[in-house]
């Protein structure tokens, strides 16, 4: 069993930057590929980025040049560091674990944070 915490998140104005954290339980956090979420009000969750355990990463295009998805081994987290911030970024965001990572695609796994709501005003 994993539990994911997640923190940071917030209201910035267009142009800002936040970074959100989910730290993992459990000691096999280094082999887990990890993703990030998001759910905008009336629309599906998509994916957003996402790290294999190896350190690949891939990113949904609307967020390529202004995100990017980092781990920590050592700490049992993984960050998005989001810049450039857009108010279409605006919805909960949500990490995920121990998903499959293949060729720059990622199937969500049965893990998931608790939400982290990401405001930017225009």
């Known amino acids: 069993q994993v539990q994911l915490v997640q923190s940071g998140g917030g209201l910035v104005q267009a142009g800002g930057s936040l970074r959100l954290s989910c730290a993992a339980s459990g000691s096999t956090f280094s082999i887990y590929a990890m993703g990030w979420y998001r759910q905008a009000p009336g629309k599906q969750r998509e994916l957003v980025a996402a790290i294999s355990s190896g350190g690949s990463t891939a990113y949904v295009d609307s967020v390529k040049g202004r995100f990017t998805i980092s781990r920590d081994n050592a700490k049992n987290t993984v960050y998005l560091q989001m810049n450039s911030l857009k108010p279409e970024d605006t919805a909960v965001y949500y990490c995920?674990?121990?998903?499959?990572?293949?060729?720059?695609?990622?199937?969500?796994?049965?893990?998931w944070g608790q939400g982290t709501q990401v405001t930017i005003s225009s």
């Open positions: 995920n674990a121990a998903g499959a990572y293949y060729s720059g695609s990622y199937y969500p796994g049965n893990y």
